[in-house]
């Protein structure tokens, strides 16, 4: 089937390029070759004046923010592909289409989320995502031309660079919690505020606690919304309110305006909230107790902070002997949580993942989910029938079979997760503070609600280096 309801998707990268008709060109090109592969093109998309490599904080529809390529007009095209309301995607050139490698492995997922896949053209010819190698293919591409627009980037923002060298504000942007909209200015109200925040920390409150008890106050962000566990975390473990300058993400030195909080206090507000993340300040448990299992004799890792019989190495989870378990597999527990949480949370954080679960979340698209399993078994069963009858052969069946076993696991996924209320809770915040303050218990939970499998941890091969491939997606055997 040829796309009927094809994207095309034109964009300039910059209009003071004064390339404002260098779009009319590119949609002309675009419908020609429309025209000749016999695509019929339902949606036009323009992005103007964005930048395909800038990366910013953006608004995610539930209201946290995430580091993403500013393109909206990119991320519509997306989601028509997505919901189906686009069958195909034609665009200019692979540059104009992604030059973050973020935003081509987002496009990559659209189109395989489809058997056979989303067709996509491009003018230059240089797009293609039809197979495997082609997909190689572009993420090299996109890799480099990512690397030449970084490079232009550092050119551009020489001038952010000199007032940070010179320890001034850089301008632009919200003001800071405590501070004018000149940056420098001490505003004596909030600063109060940020003061008590730093206190109620070393007294060992919860950030969703103080987050709480701000909203309680009346107190609201610069925004004038609600506090969060994420505003609160940023504004205190932010080096603005130490007197500190930030650029790149790194303190460069001391700002030329005053602090709000000594660097002592700030130093040790820190380190208590990295504290509480760690779970260090509170009492252990073993959060991936129960998901980890051997792969020798099936068994589940007991998770254990006694480690008598070994030398010092600190807590394991292992396929514990008293518990009938072969003792041949141990792995440290700080290797296995911590491959873990990053696996989890990249997880969590890619757009379509934390869209459908926020959506699944909120409850009536259940339903809809539901019939798409349905509809997704039925089709699993159509085509190992084609198989059978040897309409298809097994390469294709296999693939096809992958991404529909796939699809139907993240369906399902979504629809256990969506019970609980921590997983909600979750997902209404910014995803790495809200884990980062969570109980291990709450960790635990989450944790099997999207991944009911858990995870095999194989036998270490060198004993010294902990290898990530160790731990690995436990796929349930076949019923
Ligand atoms: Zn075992």
Same mark, same amino acid.
């Given at each position: 089937?040829?796309?009927?309801?094809?994207?095309?998707?034109?964009?300039?990268?910059?209009?003071?390029?004064?390339?404002?008709?260098?779009?009319?060109?590119?949609?002309?090109?675009?419908?020609?070759?429309?025209?000749?592969?016999?695509?019929?093109?339902?949606?036009?998309?323009?992005?103007?004046?964005?930048?395909?490599?800038?990366?910013?904080?953006?608004?995610?529809?539930?209201?946290?923010?995430?580091?993403?390529?500013?393109?909206?007009?990119?991320?519509?095209?997306?989601?028509?592909?997505?919901?189906?309301?686009?069958?195909?995607?034609?665009?200019?050139?692979?540059?104009?289409?992604?030059?973050?490698?973020?935003?081509?492995?987002?496009?990559?997922?659209?189109?395989?989320?489809?058997?056979?896949?989303?067709?996509?053209?491009?003018?230059?010819?240089?797009?293609?995502?039809?197979?495997?190698?082609?997909?190689?293919?572009?993420?090299?591409?996109?890799?480099?031309?990512?690397?030449?627009?970084?490079?232009?980037?550092?050119?551009?923002?020489?001038?952010?660079?000199?007032?940070?060298?010179?320890?001034?504000?850089?301008?632009?942007?919200?003001?800071?919690?405590?501070?004018?909209?000149?940056?420098?200015?001490?505003?004596?109200?909030?600063?109060?505020?940020?003061?008590?925040?730093?206190?109620?920390?070393?007294?060992?409150?919860?950030?969703?606690?103080?987050?709480?008890?701000?909203?309680?106050?009346?107190? &609201? *962000?610069? !925004? +004038? =919304?609600?506090?969060? %566990?994420?505003?609160?975390? @940023?504004?205190?473990? $932010?080096?603005?309110?130490?007197?500190?300058?930030?650029?790149?993400?790194?303190?460069?030195?001391?700002?030329?305006?005053?602090?709000?909080?000594?660097?002592?206090?700030?130093?040790?507000?820190?380190?208590?909230?990295?504290?509480?993340?760690?779970?260090?300040?509170?009492?252990?448990?073993?959060?991936?107790?129960?998901?980890?299992?051997?792969?020798?004799?099936?068994?589940?890792?007991?998770?254990?902070?006694?480690?008598?019989?070994?030398?010092?190495?600190?807590?394991?989870?292992?396929? &514990? *002997?008293? !518990? +009938? =378990?072969?003792?041949? %597999?141990?792995?440290?527990? @700080?290797?296995?949580? $911590?491959?873990?949480?990053?696996?989890?949370?990249?997880?969590?954080?890619?757009?379509?993942?934390?869209?459908?679960?926020?959506?699944?979340?909120?409850?009536?698209?259940?339903?809809?989910?539901?019939?798409?399993?349905?509809?997704?078994?039925?089709?699993?069963?159509?085509?190992?029938?084609?198989?059978?009858?040897?309409?298809?052969?097994?390469?294709?069946?296999?693939?096809?079979?992958?991404?529909?076993?796939?699809?139907?696991?993240?369906?399902?996924?979504?629809?256990?997760?969506?019970?609980?209320?921590?997983?909600?809770?979750?997902?209404?915040?910014?995803?790495?503070?809200?884990?980062?303050?969570?109980?291990?218990?709450?960790?635990?939970?989450?944790?099997?609600?999207?991944?009911?499998?858990?995870?095999?941890?194989?036998?270490?091969?060198?004993?010294?280096?902990?290898?990530?491939?160790?731990?690995?997606?436990?796929?349930?055997?076949?019923?």
């Amino acid at each position: 089937m040829k796309p009927q309801r094809a994207v095309l998707l034109l964009r300039i990268s910059d209009d003071k390029s004064g390339d404002a008709a260098g779009v009319g060109r590119q949609e002309e090109d675009g419908r020609r070759l429309a025209h000749r592969l016999g695509w019929g093109i339902a949606h036009v998309i323009v992005e103007n004046d964005t930048s395909a490599f800038k990366r910013r904080k953006i608004r995610l529809p539930d209201g946290t923010t995430a580091l993403r390529t500013v393109r909206p007009g990119f991320r519509r095209g997306l989601d028509l592909l997505a919901s189906g309301e686009a069958d195909g995607l034609l665009a200019y050139d692979l540059d104009r289409v992604a030059r973050d490698p973020r935003d081509l492995e987002d496009l990559i997922d659209v189109v395989e989320s489809r058997t056979p896949r989303i067709p996509v053209e491009s003018v230059s010819g240089s797009l293609r995502l039809a197979n495997d190698a082609d997909v190689t293919m572009a993420r090299v591409m996109v890799a480099v031309a990512n690397k030449a627009s970084r490079d232009t980037a550092r050119r551009v923002s020489r001038k952010h660079e000199q007032l940070a060298e010179q320890g001034r504000p850089g301008g632009g942007g919200i003001r800071a919690f405590g501070y004018e909209r000149d940056g420098v200015t001490i505003r004596e109200s909030e600063a109060e505020v940020v003061r008590w925040m730093a206190q109620a920390v070393l007294d060992g409150q919860s950030l969703n606690a103080i987050a709480r008890e701000l909203a309680a106050r009346g107190v &609201s *962000t610069v !925004r +004038g =919304g609600k506090w969060n %566990i994420r505003s609160v975390w @940023s504004t205190l473990t $932010g080096p603005k309110i130490a007197g500190l300058r930030r650029f790149r993400g790194e303190i460069v030195g001391k700002a030329t305006w005053p602090a709000i909080l000594d660097m002592d206090t700030w130093e040790q507000v820190r380190q208590r909230i990295s504290e509480r993340a760690l779970g260090t300040s509170n009492k252990m448990v073993r959060w991936l107790t129960g998901s980890l299992w051997c792969p020798l004799c099936q068994g589940r890792l007991t998770g254990n902070s006694v480690t008598s019989t070994r030398r010092n190495v600190g807590p394991i989870y292992w396929c &514990s *002997t008293e !518990r +009938g =378990g072969c003792g041949k %597999i141990s792995v440290r527990a @700080s290797h296995a949580e $911590g491959e873990v949480e990053r696996r989890l949370l990249d997880y969590l954080e890619r757009p379509e993942v934390f869209q459908a679960l926020v959506s699944a979340a909120s409850g009536d698209s259940m339903e809809q989910v539901r019939a798409e399993v349905a509809e997704d078994e039925q089709q699993l069963k159509d085509l190992a029938r084609m198989w059978a009858t040897k309409q298809i052969t097994l390469g294709e069946y296999s693939e096809a079979r992958r991404i529909i076993d796939q699809r139907i696991k993240d369906a399902r996924m979504y629809l256990v997760a969506s019970a609980p209320r921590l997983l909600r809770s979750l997902l209404a915040g910014d995803v790495r503070a809200g884990w980062a303050e969570m109980e291990p218990v709450d960790r635990r939970d989450v944790l099997a609600a999207v991944i009911p499998d858990g995870f095999w941890v194989y036998p270490a091969e060198k004993r010294r280096v902990f290898d990530p491939n160790r731990i690995r997606l436990r796929q349930l055997p076949e019923a």
